[in-house]
């Protein structure tokens, strides 16, 4: 367990405590994995982990669009206060509703924006993305309906926007919170299943999105975070040969707080010589290079482009409250 994490869960008891935002009911303590602790709401008032302005409509938004809520029950979110899927859905599904807002969060990673594009309804975030088809001929169950947010490769978000130049960009984001990884392989399931073999098609092809020169082997990206962030290139290479939803271009963003060390930690023994961190060896594999940006929460959120836009101010607070680090330096 990372050290970020235990932080955080000190964090969010202390959000739990003073928060006008919970009910006096929330503030109990939480049980998860059948042991009551202090940095979880009661299961009954998990949908107060949410920021008060979304709670209806994002529990709306997943029971429409049938999307998994990590560890959630009776159709609502993680009662868990450090939830990575509940940290992003705070910080991101606000700005759903507002075009001009996320158009300014995001010009300064890409210049060329010119004007935010619905990625689904009128909404211009989409939560929990897995492309129109089965691009990566991951298993399908019995029903041959896919789950977003289960058992197949899931962007924490999407958005899409019109360039300068014309051309449509989807950005799939992969989010991340508190997570920290083992040096544990994920090439073989616990059942069994090779997953080099699902995913080794798209690998040897010669348009493969990953430098395979400079990769020493393919069973060395099968360690959390490569895995992911693996499966989310392959997933946006698909989508844009396949000009999902007319996008010319698709590419993947990381979003990770630059307090969390722990994810920085290297996992796969061999791309070790390759960059300090995952995301900079990612960005050395990944061709061509501007198909993966990386960037902290802290950069994004804490820079000062949103503070100077009408109607925020609520929602700016709840995250300087509850996720104070964003404002934090390193």
Known sequence: MGRFLEIEKQRQI???????TL?????????????????CLPVEHA???????????????????????????NGKCSNHLCS??????????????????????????????RRMLPMEDDLYVALEWIGEENYLGERVPRSGIRTRGANCTSADAAVMFERDDGKRQIVLIEWKYSESYSRTSLATSKSGTSRTAIYCPIFERADCPIDKELLPHFKDLFYEPFYQLMRQQFLAHEMERAHELGADTVSVLHIAPEHNADFRRMTSPQLAGLGDSPTTIWSRLVRPRDRFLSVSTEALFGAPVLRQLPG???WLGYLDQRYAWVHEMT
């Open 84 to 113: 990575s899927q509940v940290c992003c859905v705070n910080f991101l599904f606000p700005l759903a509703d507002q075009p001009h807002a996320l158009a300014e969060l995001l010009r300064p990673l890409y210049p060329g924006l």
């Open 312 to 314: 925020l101010e609520s």
């Open 47 to 73: 949908e107060e982990n949410l920021y008060p302005d979304i709670r209806a409509s994002a529990l709306d938004y997943f029971k429409d669009k049938g999307i998994l809520w990590h560890d959630g029950r």
């Open 14 to 20: 202390a959000f739990k405590a003073d928060s006008p």
């Open 23 to 39: 009910s006096e009911a929330a503030q109990r303590d939480g049980v998860y994995r059948r042991r009551a602790r202090p940095f």
